[in-house]
């Protein structure tokens, strides 16, 4: 582990010391911490694990999109318009940038306690001197005042750390992560607040993508039986990669198309996934939402277009120790 104490001269710590990444690509006090976080290419890839799934996620659309550029774009191009392949490779790029970001980014993790104790109580109860329940009351308008809504804020035993209400200790990820969503399996990635928008931008890219393909391949082969005076038959005899990713757009767009269509329900709402599940584990009467403004466009633009957070894994800068 670099020392960052001679680095940056004494009494100074840069935010590299407790994320320096060792050989094994784990940031140092992660790697001591049992996080599993792991970093590639110098800190502009993060991941949750070694399973990189996202890399077949990648596949899954690059495949297709190469077979498109190769087969059916050059058609089009020709005996179409220039302007429908260029609208398509926009779109991909766009899914491509949202893969990256939201499965290569950090999605909030929230800094652990590195100053643990390590009194005899602590090493047998790790946590054990404050993990008192604690909530916070807040005033929300929506609801009778007879009846407040009371935002739990938890203590991590993993983390050590007092985690914010909307912030929730992933297993997976071994780390709490602020405004959670859910554990993506195929990103390999939480969805958090540092992410989330990629995440629905993602979804929404692959579903156009999808639309967008299989429109302009069931056109290539419709074109080519007008032009042919053909059966359909032949006609897709004629265009049989054309007609092949216009099914698979169809299969590949309805899972993301449905998943758009949540994510717009639930940020309507003012909630995320988890919120939404806890909330049907009891009755319509006792249901909150707390962060609901009570108006759709403005629940979305607060998810979507609140000033990104920054990272606490990955600050730029560097911080000076103070002595307390
Ligand atoms: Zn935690
Ligand atoms: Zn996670």
């Known amino acids: 582990m670099p020392n960052s104490t001679d680095e ?4 100074q710590r840069g935010v590299e010391q407790y994320f320096a990444v060792d050989s094994s690509n784990r940031p140092q006090e992660y790697n001591s911490l049992r996080s599993a976080t792991i970093v590639y290419l110098q800190k502009y890839v993060q991941s949750s694990g070694k399973k990189l799934y996202a890399i077949l996620v990648f596949a899954a659309i690059s495949v297709p999109a190469g077979l498109f550029f190769g087969f059916t774009a050059p058609w089009i191009w020709n005996n179409i318009s220039y302007f429908l392949p260029i609208i398509f490779a ?7 940038i949202s893969l990256y970001r939201s499965a290569g980014s950090d999605p ?15 090493k047998k109860d790790p946590g054990s001197s404050n993990v008192a329940p604690l909530s916070v009351t ?8 007879d009846r407040p809504v009371y935002l739990p804020i938890n203590y991590c035993t ?4 007092w985690r914010p209400a909307r912030a929730i200790h992933c297993r997976e990820c071994d780390s709490c992560i602020d405004f959670m969503d859910h554990h993506c399996v195929w990103l390999n990635n939480c969805i958090g607040v540092r992410n989330y928008r990629y995440f629905f931008c993602l979804i929404l890219s692959l579903s156009f993508l999808g639309y967008l393909m299989t429109s302009l391949c069931f056109l290539h082969v419709f074109i080519l039986k007008r032009q042919k005076s053909s059966t359909t038959i032949a006609a897709i005899r ?21 998943l758009s269509l949540y994510h717009i329900f639930l940020m309507s709402r003012g909630e995320n996934t988890i919120e939404f599940l806890r909330s049907q584990r009891v009755t319509k009467l006792e249901r909150r939402r707390p962060y609901d403004t009570r108006n759709i466009q403005r ?3 607060y998810v979507l277009c609140a000033p990104k957070r920054i990272s606490y894994t990955r600050s730029p800068g560097i911080v000076e120790a103070r002595e307390c």
């Not at 909030?108 to 602590?122: A, D, F, K, Q, Y």
């Not at 757009?249 to 449905?258: E, M, R």
């Open 299 to 301: 629940n979305i633009l």
């Open 238 to 258: 004629l265009a049989p990669v054309s007609f092949a990713l216009a099914v698979y757009g169809i299969v590949g767009s309805i899972y993301p198309t449905a």
């Open 90 to 96: 926009y779109v991909l790029l766009l899914c491509v």
């Open 108 to 122: 909030g993790v929230l800094p652990r306690n590195i100053h643990i104790e390590t009194s005899e109580s602590e």
């Open 138 to 145: 807040v005033n929300c308008r929506q609801y009778d005042e």
């Open 8 to 11: 940056h001269g004494p009494g």
């Open 158 to 161: 993993v983390c050590r750390i």
